[in-house]
DNA sequence: TTCAGGTGAGACAAAGATGTCTCATTCGGT
DNA sequence: ACCGAATGAGACATCTTTGTCTCACCTGAA
């Protein structure tokens, strides 16, 4: 028997296939599964043996993107240093997921179901666990809530993602310029 | 013949649809017509006679975002006083708007089309404007571009009506948190 | 009351998407 | 070269959505 890296015999890779369908799905959420066949260069027939169909692939987006994110906040050791430093390379760490964060963000869809994966409350309660971190080691104001700075990371990483695929904004700038805006805001200030 | 307010005899108020619709189509972009009827209170058979199909209706959302966002760049008077203070009174007038730019930012199906509407470059090009002349009074900061700033006050807004629809945040702080985040950041400031 | 215009509900066919199957082909390992 | 496994293409029935139509009901104005 055969063994790719993830221990099956195969052609197709299962998460090239999920991120081309988190890019598509996010500029097209009507988009059929023959779209998204396409668009990750596989027939319809192929992906319907990977994912039983739209509900099981978008479960799957789902699990990909609560893995990377959970991932990338322990690559960025958030629990680490001054909570702004953390930010910073937690918005790094976050790059490569962006554009399925920026699919899942807008679909909401997932949160009206009965069965809703208990990995979104672990990734808030800790972004959330680190923003008031902040706000307790005096790095970040407090008349900003740590739930609406949780959602604001969420909105400037889709809309970074969105910005950079469009080519309306660089790619090497996406970290930065979401890191900047988030912690110190488009005013200019004398600190710093 | 008889006139209502909008000089058709009626009970439908295609306002109210519309926005219905886009509150909707925000949390699920694959609602379906019988859907966005239903949630609007109407039968499906009335919602066609007003919009011929899903893309019309689409398409009357996306004029109705338009127009209603130029009236907020008009009410805020974008090009008198210190650019933050403009932004802040953008914002405020964003509001009513806020869930149809929800749904509109996240429907980039739009910007695929032949013939896309040129309001989105209006409304761009004023936003650009307004952040540029920021930048040259020495309000903002030059390292962040005018089109990241255009694309983040997009998403700050969309993650905001999100925020208040899921009852995350309060409705009355929309505006302050907004204007606050995207011209203060979330960093704790020693000016102000 | 009368009446015209608007509406909701349901029926209906057409179009599109989905899920399943078969078969020829290709690719990797032996 | 051989062979097994996976793939792509296409056919197919089924289900959903869409667009259209009819008809009964309601409402406001005359």
Do not use: C
């Given at each position: 028997m055969s063994h790719s890296v993830y221990g099956r015999l195969m052609s197709v890779d299962r998460t090239q296939v999920l991120r081309t369908a988190a890019t598509l799905l996010s500029r097209?959420?009507?988009?059929?599964m023959d779209e998204v066949a396409r668009a990750a260069g596989i027939g319809r027939a192929t992906l319907h043996r990977h994912f039983a169909g739209r509900d099981a692939l978008v479960r799957a987006l789902e699990q990909m993107c609560i893995e990377e994110a959970e991932a990338a906040l322990d690559a960025a050791r958030?629990?680490?240093?001054p909570a702004d430093e953390a930010v910073r390379r937690l918005v790094a760490a976050s790059e490569p997921a962006a554009p399925l964060l920026a699919f899942l963000v807008t679909e909401?869809?997932?949160?009206?179901?009965?069965?809703?994966?208990e990995g979104w409350a672990r990734l808030d309660a800790r972004l959330v666990a680190l923003f008031r971190r902040g706000q307790e080691e005096g790095?970040?104001?407090?008349?900003?809530s740590p739930a609406w700075l949780c959602e604001a990371f969420y909105g400037l990483i889709g809309s970074g993602a969105w910005a950079v695929a469009d080519g309306r904004v660089a790619a090497n700038d996406f970290s930065y310029m979401i890191a900047e805006l988030l912690l110190g805001g488009a005013r200019r200030s004398v600190e710093k």
């Open positions: 097209k959420a009507t988009a059929t958030i629990e680490e240093g909401n869809q997932l949160f009206e179901g009965d069965g809703q994966n790095t970040f104001r407090i008349d900003l």
